[in-house]
């Protein structure tokens, strides 16, 4: 398991570059959860994901209901989206992204964290 830390000043583009890193790792075909401080912050990274992938047949996008994600329909890879305080119990990822400051345990292969 490795973990990258991504330190800069506030707006200089930490968590954009975050979720470029979760579009590719989807189109190769892993599994992405990508958490923020709260529902609202992962709503904004989702739009703009889908802001691209509603136009592109390949991925498929679901909002609400609390299971906010993309899908790639060609690798079977996926970015899902949530807060700190959302439950992910039985999600499996390879890959876990932790924006501004959010600290977790969940086993994933890989972590990226973009701090303060």
Same mark, same amino acid.
């Given at each position: 398991?490795? *973990?990258? !830390? $991504? $330190?800069?000043?506030?707006?200089?583009?930490?968590?954009?570059?975050?979720? %470029?890193? %979760? *579009?590719?790792?989807?189109?190769?075909?892993?599994?992405?959860?990508?958490?923020?401080?709260?529902?609202?912050? %992962?709503? *904004?990274?989702?739009?703009?994901?889908?802001?691209?992938?509603?136009?592109?047949?390949?991925?498929?996008?679901?909002?609400?209901?609390?299971? *906010?994600?993309?899908?790639?329909?060609?690798?079977?890879?996926? $970015?899902?989206?949530?807060?700190?305080?959302?439950?992910?119990?039985?999600?499996?990822?390879? !890959?876990?992204?932790?924006?501004?400051? =959010?600290?977790?345990?969940?086993?994933?292969?890989? =972590?990226?964290? %973009? !701090?303060?």
């Amino acid at each position: 398991m490795g *973990e990258v !830390t $991504i $330190i800069g000043d506030r707006m200089a583009g930490k968590s954009y570059m975050l979720v %470029a890193l %979760a *579009e590719k790792l989807m189109r190769r075909g892993f599994k992405v959860l990508y958490v923020a401080a709260d529902m609202n912050v %992962a709503r *904004e990274r989702l739009y703009n994901v889908a802001e691209t992938a509603d136009f592109d047949p390949r991925f498929k996008v679901y909002r609400g209901n609390g299971n *906010e994600h993309v899908k790639d329909l060609r690798s079977d890879g996926a $970015i899902y989206f949530s807060s700190a305080r959302s439950n992910n119990r039985g999600l499996v990822v390879d !890959t876990l992204i932790l924006d501004d400051g =959010v600290d977790s345990d969940l086993p994933a292969k890989y =972590v990226y964290r %973009a !701090t303060l």
